[in-house]
């Protein structure tokens, strides 16, 4: 039944990175620093505005957060209260890292030179269709920008939701309380298990069989001496025990980093975060970026978005603010001058890249001009487009619901069998003196250790499942594209 699933949400990965096979370049879209290229309107206060929407899953937000007490709500446990989380995600919200929380997702629009623009019949009637049908794609393109952000905002948080090591402090204090050598419980457990083991030994020895007794024996010495080290000791051995789970699944998420991230910028140092960073920008640019790109720009080859000679000169510049202006220049990534743009800077940087060569110069009167590597500005550009804006934003919603449904499995997985955890450690001493009782102790004990190895190893686990399912989709998409 578990491998089933398991094997269920492993194609579904699969399946999102080979449903987005025109964006299997891995770098790029959208990858150059807001904080550089914002043209025009404000972009920050765009992003505030924007992470109001996402204060519990927002990259951003919890960045910020000194301790586990600055986070308000249900992340108050999710978050590790010594801080150090809340300085991870820092690192990986950069906008170099978290593309995905780069530039604000109302950036992510698909745009049209307006019908007036070009001398037809009805263009104005045709400005209002275009103006319905345009606002439709970006609506359902919204929901896939919203899913895709909070779906990779959920497995971050997740693979950095220490609850161990924030519980570490309370579930070790309460261990040394309830299971005090000179406790009450502790004497009652004590004594239970050495009449048991007595009775053990006796009938042991009156079969003959004495090194079974004796092995009896030295069990319940090594479970009475564990539980008093454990109590002793609880701190440091939890703490230990979940940064090694964590480390395991950084050496997979690393490795394969190394692999998938091939010409993505990822400034990363920890190997879990580098890991996860790699995934949301393939996710991000896949699902999103690329599609976005291709239904705009007629590419998602970044190579070929240079802004060209004469779509400089026809640009008009006069509607972006004097101190921006200086910055746009040719041979700057269109995609980067698109999602710097706002309002009447969008639609100049439209017209400029839409406006047609000597193959189509009889749609519209003016200068002839060279597009360079990207052409297909000419026609993706055009009132005509808005149903292929329409179309890409649809085919996005499967690999993105997909992906949530996944997402949010792996994040819902990792967070509760923490919680498990954390109960479960409670009681680890029970399980050692359980220990004392042959053979039904035993079992009982051998139970609980499984059990609570499985919770601790959920990270690991899961680490290498991300992992693998990454190499087995980036690698297959590479082979079909070249």
Not at 318 to 334: N, V
Request: net charge neutral; glycine share 10%.
């Amino acid at each position: 039944m578990y491998f089933k699933t398991f094997r269920v949400r492993t194609w579904l990965m699969v399946l999102i990175l080979l449903l987005t096979l025109p964006g299997a370049a891995l770098a790029g879209i959208g990858d150059q620093p807001y904080t550089e290229w914002n043209l025009q309107g404000d972009v920050e206060t765009e992003k505030q505005m924007e992470g109001q929407l996402f204060t519990i899953i927002g990259l951003s937000a919890l960045a910020t957060a000194p301790s586990a007490a600055g986070v308000g709500g249900p992340f108050a446990l999710v978050v590790a209260g010594t801080g150090a989380t809340s300085l991870a995600i820092a690192e990986i919200a950069r906008p170099e890292n978290a593309i995905w929380e780069n530039w604000p997702m109302g950036r992510y629009v698909f745009h049209h030179v307006p019908p007036d623009k070009f001398p037809t019949p009805g263009a104005m009637a045709d400005r209002a269709v275009a103006n319905v049908v345009e606002s439709v794609a970006n609506l359902i393109f919204s929901a896939t920008k919203t899913l895709t952000r909070v779906s990779l905002n959920a497995l971050v948080l997740a693979f950095h939701s220490d609850i161990v090591a924030a519980m570490v402090g309370w579930v070790s204090e309460g261990v040394a309380a309830i299971f005090a050598p000179q406790g009450e419980l502790s004497r009652l457990l004590l004594s239970i298990g050495i009449i048991m083991l007595l009775i053990h030994a006796t009938f042991r020895m009156l079969r003959g069989q004495a090194m079974s007794a004796l092995s009896a024996l030295l069990v319940s010495v090594l479970a009475v001496g564990g539980v008093f080290f454990f109590v002793t000791n609880a701190k440091q051995i939890l703490t230990a025990t979940a940064r090694a789970t964590d480390e395991m699944a950084g050496i997979f998420l690393g490795a394969v980093g190394r692999y998938t991230a091939a010409g993505q910028n990822i400034n990363v140092s920890d190997p879990v975060d580098r890991g996860l960073v790699v995934a949301g920008q393939t996710v991000w640019q896949l699902v999103v970026a690329k599609p976005w790109a291709v239904a705009m720009f007629g590419t998602a080859d970044e190579s070929k978005l240079i802004l060209t000679q004469d779509e400089y000169n026809v640009l008009d510049k006069s509607s972006f603010p004097e101190a921006s202006r200086s910055k746009i220049q040719p041979g700057m990534r269109i995609d980067t001058l698109f999602l710097g743009s706002a309002g009447e800077g969008r639609d100049a940087v439209a017209e400029a890249l839409a406006r047609p060569n000597s193959k189509i110069m009889f749609v519209l009167k003016g200068e002839e001009i060279d597009h360079g590597g990207h052409p297909g500005t000419m026609t993706c550009l055009s009132p005509g487009s808005v149903w292929n804006h329409v179309m890409v934003a649809g085919l996005t919603l499967l690999p993105v619901i997909a992906f949530a449904f996944l997402a949010g499995t792996v994040a819902l997985s990792i967070v509760v069998c923490q919680a498990f955890l954390a109960a479960l450690l409670l009681v680890l001493p029970l399980a050692l003196y359980a220990m004392m009782i042959p053979e039904t102790g035993w079992a009982l004990a051998t139970r609980y250790f499984r059990s609570l190895l499985g919770f601790f190893m959920v990270k690991m686990v899961y680490g290498l499942y991300l992992s693998l399912v990454l190499v087995v989709g980036t690698g297959f998409v590479k082979a079909v594209m070249g």
